[in-house]
């Protein structure tokens, strides 16, 4: 059987590996599990982002869902999060992302979500998976009055925004903030949303062209953020990935600021007020060994699941928590949505100084962050989850870990949406690390690259 899913929908190549077939065939299959899973004709809610192979997938995907009798809300270029919520007001059985997050335009994606705004569970994956490997009958189709249709909800984005604004329990005006929207989904909707709140908001990156999505600009590429918030004496500065459920900081002083380091802020301003469920927060594999230190201070529990979003939400779920995340900017407001939201986090922050009436660099001093780098390493995809079969790089790995055994730690894995093994390596001295990260790197390049 063929895997189609990886940690965060079916993802890849636009038109190469993604094809208009099989989003089609994803379509028929989706919606056909959905049909017997609830004994009715699904309605599905379908957003996207901004890169230019989202409307060939989009009409191939919902045409797919038509042919077996969907009833299709499509709701246009949106954040990932205002699918999650919208699909609930909606009433909705299921919703659809076609996004490739912060991936290149070339990549896209197709990620769903059941009726309760959560990523499908790794069965339900695999039932779609097997109903396209053994291929659809012809009794599937409808005919007549029996075939989908689309109605087109063009108020989302505001739907979307006021119940942002309902969130909010500080005035935030006055706040002078730079955002960077990385031409994605993010691009008018931030912009409308901060200027309505008052916040004295300057916008970098909103023009998208369909081939600009996060091109050298939002969350994986900060430093023109960083530049401009220094520019501008600004007190923050904002970054959103492509489908805007990820949100990273930059402070006044232009120094970048984590997940790790948010999640520290915010929960423990959700300790401080009685609101953070457990005194706990979810967290990944990932996360920097300082926010576990910042916990044992500040008598906040750490747990750490595996690396994506949709297994920080599970923990969640599991545990009855109510806020977690990843270093790579998802942050979950379980109380609010189901899924990370990059203008809740951004809004968040900004209330955080205004209420505390301090410089943003003095807000992030819960934690200290030990010395950490992370090397992405190109590899083929058929050893990307191979690499501890390598002999050489076996050996490599193991040097590493005994090294480091005492003083920091080692993770090595494969990424769950590209064809990268992940090397990172933390430690007490930033220079040693990075030089022992780099060797590993080399090796696993040489060993399992092309």
Do not use: W
Request: aromatic share 6%; net charge neutral; proline share 2%.
């Amino acid at each position: 059987m063929s895997q189609l899913f990886g940690t965060d929908g079916v993802r890849g190549k636009a038109n190469v590996t993604l094809t208009p077939k099989l989003a089609y065939k994803l379509g028929i299959a989706s919606a056909l599990l959905l049909e017997e899973e609830m004994k009715e004709k699904p309605r599905i809610l379908v957003g996207k982002d901004t890169r230019i192979s989202c409307d060939m997938l989009e009409s191939a995907l919902v045409a797919g869902m038509c042919s077996v009798g969907a009833i299709i809300y499509t709701v246009g270029i949106i954040p990932t999060p205002a699918v999650a919520y919208l699909l609930k007001k909606y009433n909705c059985t299921a919703g659809v992302m076609i996004s490739a997050s912060h991936n290149p335009y070339e990549d896209n994606g197709i990620k769903f979500f059941n009726r309760y705004g959560y990523k499908l569970r790794d069965e339900i994956e695999k039932k779609i998976e097997e109903k396209i490997d053994k291929g659809f009958k012809d009794n599937n189709v409808c005919v007549g009055d029996e075939i989908g249709y689309i109605k087109n909800i063009s108020t989302g984005t505001e739907e979307y925004k006021e119940y942002l604004k309902s969130l909010i329990e500080e005035n935030i005006e006055g706040v002078k903030v730079v955002i960077d929207c990385a031409n994605g989904a993010t691009y008018k909707v931030a912009r409308q949303l901060l200027e309505e709140l008052g916040v004295d908001v300057i916008v970098m990156n909103d023009e998208p062209n369909g081939v600009n999505i996060n091109d050298k600009c939002g969350s994986t590429h900060m430093e023109g953020l960083s530049k401009k918030v220094v520019e501008e004496k600004a007190e923050l500065g904002l970054a959103f990935d492509g489908d805007g459920d990820r949100c990273l900081a930059v402070d006044e002083k232009g120094n970048f600021v984590d997940g790790d380091q948010i999640l520290s802020m915010l929960g423990n301003k959700l300790k401080e007020r009685g609101k953070l469920y457990k005194k706990t927060i979810v967290a990944t594999i990932m996360s920097n060994l300082g926010l576990v230190e910042m916990g044992k201070e500040k008598g906040i529990k750490i747990i750490k699941t595996k690396v994506g979003d949709r297994y920080v939400l599970e923990k969640m779920l599991e545990g009855k928590y109510n806020f977690g995340g990843e270093q790579s900017g998802h942050v979950i407001y379980l109380d609010h949505n189901t899924t990370g939201d990059g203008l809740l986090v951004g809004l968040k922050l900004i209330e955080m100084i205004k209420e505390k009436g301090l410089k943003f660099s003095r807000l992030n001093r819960y934690m200290k962050v030990m010395p950490q780098i992370l090397i992405n390493v190109e590899v083929k995809k058929e050893n990307k989850m191979k690499y501890l079969e390598n002999d050489k790089v076996k050996h490599g790995v193991e040097q590493l870990e005994k090294k480091y055994e005492e003083k920091g730690r080692v993770l090595i894995r494969p990424s769950g949406t590209e064809d990268l093994v992940r090397v990172m390596i933390e430690g007490n001295d930033a220079e040693e690390i990075e030089k022992d990260a780099k060797k590993l790197s080399v090796i696993i390049k040489s060993e399992l690259g092309d």
